[in-house]
């Protein structure tokens, strides 16, 4: 009798135990944004939404993200805009139209273009022949600095040579002497940038207004945006392009679970805010920045209701 009802007592605790599912939210690498923003979310997520137990991963970022949501590996990935807008057509590296839908924007990245400042290179026309960190493979990184050369008529597999590295790698190799540029997409004040600028003399490359309008015409994911000087450690104001960091979503994802995350996420943003500053744009406001992918209908639900 007495291993009758301890039976039944732990198999009553057990549904209990086992309600909270474990879910994976796509971040990047360590030293970029959006691997403390997804850790902050996770941890928002874990405490405010039913069932939900989640934790940030590691991967090569944007690519990578957009896939293992589509696959049911996550429950949730930050990209770059333009990556889940191929995605959603089924254009750059993607073969097919696939599921996704976006919660939320979250803030905008920006393209650095770094070289040291006595490297003799001021624009992105000299980099043909040199040797270029283009980011780390499956990231979108990769995706928008070769389509930025590639609109310039540098072909990234001839006119330069091309090594993919994450952000780390990309400046400890620029500091190393191994290459000659590196291109580091991600928020104003991303931390690669913002380390390398305090022990080596840097500058980031403007890019025109002609370049600019070129490759906007192509890619409309993108803007126009200017980093003013000072936000990196004696680097004077840069031209460059802006695209929209988005959390993407498989779109079979159920309307409650979406309009779930989405209201847990900006009733508890000033805890998030506390972990990542570029976290004050991730707003309502600014929910639907990204044009052309739609918003879930369970996070346009909590949307709508804020909104009134």
Do not use: C
């Amino acid at each position: 009798m007495l291993k009758r009802n301890l039976l039944v007592a732990l198999l009553a605790i057990l549904p209990a135990m086992a309600s909270a599912e474990n879910y994976s939210i796509g971040t990047g690498g360590q030293s970029g944004i959006y691997y403390p923003f997804g850790g902050a979310l996770a941890k928002v997520w874990s405490e405010n939404v039913p069932d939900v137990n989640a934790k940030a991963e590691v991967t090569a970022a944007s690519v990578e993200n957009t896939i293992k949501v589509v696959r049911g590996d996550m429950i949730a990935g930050i990209a770059m805009g333009n990556v889940v807008l191929d995605a959603y057509n089924g254009e750059g590296k993607f073969p097919k139209k696939m599921p996704v839908k976006t919660l939320f924007a979250l803030y905008p990245n920006l393209v650095h273009t770094i070289t040291l400042k006595d490297s003799g290179i001021d624009s992105l026309s000299q980099l043909k022949g040199k040797r270029v960190s283009l980011g780390a493979p499956a990231s979108g990184t990769a995706v928008t600095s070769a389509a930025l050369l590639e609109s310039m008529g540098i072909d990234v597999k001839k006119d330069i040579d091309a090594v993919y590295l994450n952000y780390s790698e990309t400046t400890n190799a620029l500091a190393n002497g191994q290459i000659d540029v590196g291109f580091i997409v991600g928020g104003q004040g991303v931390g690669a940038v913002t380390q390398i600028a305090l022990t080596h003399d840097i500058k980031v490359l403007s890019i025109s207004e002609e370049e600019s309008a070129n490759f906007m015409k192509q890619y409309p994911a993108y803007s126009a945006y200017d980093i003013p000087a000072g936000v990196y450690n004696k680097v004077d104001p840069v031209s460059t392009l802006s695209v929209w960091n988005v959390l993407v979503v498989n779109a079979n994802m159920s309307d409650d679970m979406a309009y779930n995350l989405t209201k847990a996420a900006f009733e508890n943003i000033g805890d998030i805010r506390k972990v990542v500053k570029m976290a004050e744009m991730t707003t309502p406001e600014n929910a639907s920045r990204l044009q052309g992918v739609p918003l879930h209908a369970g996070a346009q639900k909590y949307l709508d209701s804020v909104s009134k």
